[in-house]
């Protein structure tokens, strides 16, 4: 069973801060990595998708892997209090004919003004 | 991004009766579908897999006879619910990708069903 691991939090910060969340993978075949926002009630939405090592800016978000240490991060740079929200890590494995995302459990985030 | 479209948003149905969800992808292939259930304040819980033309392979604990699965078109998938009860009360969430484009591509959600089955 491939396993991905968030810390479940809550992770709360100031507004205009930066949120940290983080990721970490069982399986070294991991291939593709992304990141989901779900907001209370609301189905998952993609916010970020890295495929290589270092990482990979879009906005305010900032994706960060790291496949040696199987370690997937995403930092959101000037925290609003619409981030606040549940961010789902998932990450897909090589050759995988099904093609499935294995999900964490998700990190629930809390932007307070 | 790409977009995904499940209908109904909300869905009541008498206890007995059956359910079916709808799942489109709107712009692109979807390959491959993916049906999630989800508990209030837990994590999304894969149901099945589905690609097109072939039969869903489920997930382990459920029930394939209950939650019939379609996958028919390269843009349509069906959920179907039978003879729901209460315990099926839950947030259906279906999910897309178009595995043609290889491996690295996304996977996106529809907008969920809210069932509550009474």
Redesign the interface.
Known sequence: QKEVEQNSGPLSVPEGAIASLNCTYSDRGS??F?W?RQYS??????IM?I?SNGDKEDGRFTAQLNKASQYVSLLIRDSQPSDSATY?C?V?D?G?T????Y????TQLTVWP | GAVVSQHPSRVICKSGTSVKIECRSLDFQATTMFWYRQFPKQSLMLMATSNEGSKATYEQGVEKDKFLINHASLTLSTLTVTSAHPEDSSFYICSARDLYLGENTEAFFGQGTRLTVV
């Open positions: 291939q593709s992304f989901y009630g609301k189905s998952p939405e993609l998708s495929y789902l998932a897909t090589r995988s099904l093609g499935r995302l999900f964490g459990r998700g």
